[in-house]
């Protein structure tokens, strides 16, 4: 078996060209074609869905204390809410993955769009703590979308060697709804408009997302399998970032052998003269079935959702759920600090300074998705050079190693900080080396995934929401009874701990993370031919 057929190796660099994978085809409606405008705002619009969903799943905590005082709403039930939620996300990712497949990526955005706008309008109408603890399921499975379908639309879009960037500019928009969400949530709870206006205001900005979405958010479900592949192109550039393959194309033979699924450049069939682009009614349909869809496919539907929990037999699903669930885990536990303890003495913070504690976490976040996104690009590339234009998948994890420092190393400075009742500055500088290990490190082990198995990008994010919101739901109901049993600087200590001992997983993943992709070889080329011949 040659190095170029196993998955998660590919020929990237061929006498100095970038090749470009997946090969785009001869059709004009192929995304990998599109202009370059209509590339970004796709992406722009998706990533701004990533952003709201992210939002409106984490601002319920500052709405908490308006709750609790108007309604009698316990903080322990607004606590199962937030459990709620993460099995809103995680689970209705798996429960709509295959309508992706079968009906087009446009109606997952709409519907979990939908799902939000009533989530919102739910919240801003509680009156009792049933429906403050289940109008959360509904905004969960809102950010079904983003974390699945978002990552398979814009593998639709860019190339493998442009995949973390993409990547990094999607963490950045999660990180920015993840941290912000809560900051503006705190100002309009200390607003004259109130609490309530939490819930307003993420149902109108919803519905403005819906209408956009509708008109100008176009379907990339597109079969590539039904169209000619031509000589194997290459761009002449660094190729890394996002514009870049669009600047400067080529066409030549590349005399090795090409990657899985490339035709060889020497057996192509002549490109048919009669493709034509989709009007835009049709790039905008509600629904895009698939080509082998069967009715209403509906069977089709129960048998793909069965077959997808395959997933979780590939080692580096398992491996990339729990460094971007370990993320969220940690996520709960300094957000309930901030929440819990700073607003007392020596700070005594209200709900909008709270909110402003997420700033530093957010600018962590902006240098950890460029390092964990355009930096890595180019890192894999350079090493792809040195490695004679081959690149292995798990050529990116090293750059994961300084997050195992760096990471831990905030949740120190944070918690002891507040133990202690520090100056804010060692503590908010804590939340910056959080930010940055929340920036990269899913970043990374994401686009790890989507480099070993390039066939199967929707499924293996879903094991990794699954795994994720799983880890996120548990700690959540475990959190307070941590800090309340073991004390704020015990705790973040063992938390600490346990942050680097999960990047350090990342050690046994390079050294058997080949031996892993052979063993899984037939599993995964079973897997994509059983799921399209569903």
């Not at 990533?50 to 984490?58: C, I, R, V, W």
């Not at 989709?278 to 539907?301: D, E, H, M, V």
């Not at 885990?329 to 709900?351: C, H, K, R, S």
């Amino acid at each position: 078996m040659h190095e170029d057929s196993l998955p998660g190796t590919i020929r990237l660099v061929d006498n100095g060209d970038v090749v470009l994978t997946p090969q785009p085809t001869n059709s004009p409606n192929d995304p990998l074609n599109w202009s370059p405008f209509r590339k970004y705002w796709h992406a722009f619009l998706v990533c701004f869905i990533t952003a709201l969903t992210a939002a409106t799943s984490n601002d319920a905590g500052s709405a908490q204390d308006g709750m609790n005082e108007e309604l009698g709403i316990s903080y322990d039930s607004m606590n199962t809410g937030a459990g709620v939620l993460f099995v809103g996300i995680g689970y209705w990712t798996l429960l709509s993955s295959p309508g992706a497949w079968l009906y087009g990526r446009r109606s997952t955005y709409l519907i979990c769009l939908t799902s939000g706008l009533a989530g919102s309008i739910w919240m801003a109408r509680v009156q009792t703590t049933a429906d403050s603890i289940w109008n959360q399921l509904f905004v969960g499975a809102s950010e079904a979308c983003a974390e699945a379908t978002v990552q398979l639309s814009l593998s639709d879009l860019f190339y493998e060697h442009q995949r973390g960037t993409v990547l990094g500019i999607y963490v950045l928009a999660t990180s920015i709804g993840t941290y912000l969400g809560p900051l503006i949530a705190g100002y309009i709870a200390d607003s004259s408009q109130g609490w309530r206006w939490i819930g307003w205001w993420g149902a109108i900005i919803s519905g403005c997302t819906i209408l956009v979405c509708l008109f100008t958010l176009e379907e990339t479900l597109f079969d590539r399998s039904a169209y000619d592949i031509g000589p194997v192109q290459v761009t002449r550039d660094e190729g890394t970032s996002i514009g870049a393959a669009d600047e400067e194309l080529a066409y030549k033979e590349v005399k090795e052998p090409v990657p899985t699924g490339v035709q060889d450049p020497t057996d192509i069939s002549p490109p048919p003269s009669d493709l034509k682009p989709k009007s835009y009614w049709q790039r905008i349909a509600l629904i895009t079935p698939a080509p082998n869809i069967i009715g209403t496919g509906f069977k089709q539907y129960f048998a793909r959702l069965f077959h997808t929990l395959r997933i979780f037999s590939f080692p580096a699903v398992i491996y990339s759920g729990i460094q971007w669930g370990a993320q969220d885990a940690w996520l709960t536990f300094y957000l309930t600090l901030e929440e819990d303890t700073w607003i007392g003495p020596p700070w005594n913070y209200g709900d909008a300074a709270v909110g402003l504690m997420n700033v530093p976490c957010v600018i962590g976040a902006v240098i950890g998705c460029f390092y964990g996104g355009y930096l890595s690009d180019k890192f894999v590339l350079w090493l792809a050079r040195r490695n004679g234009g081959i690149q292995e998948a798990e050529h990116r994890l090293w750059l994961l190693y300084p997050c195992g420092i760096i990471s831990p190393a905030g949740m120190l400075l944070f918690g002891i900080g507040t133990a202690y009742g520090w100056s804010w500055h060692v503590p908010y500088f804590g939340l910056g080396l959080i930010g940055f290990g929340w920036g990269c490190t899913g970043d990374l082990s994401m686009a790890y995934l989507m480099d070993a198995y390039p066939e199967m990008v929707l499924e293996g994010m879903v094991g990794v929401s699954v795994i994720n919101n799983s880890i996120a739901c548990i700690l959540t109901f475990t959190t307070q009874f941590w800090l309340d049993a073991q004390g704020t600087r015990n705790t973040f200590i063992e938390i600490a701990a346990l942050d680097f001992f999960f990047v350090m997983t990342t050690i046994p993943m390079m050294i058997w993370g080949k031996t892993c992709r052979i063993w899984t070889r037939e599993r995964y080329l079973d897997f994509i031919k059983i799921r399209d011949s569903l």
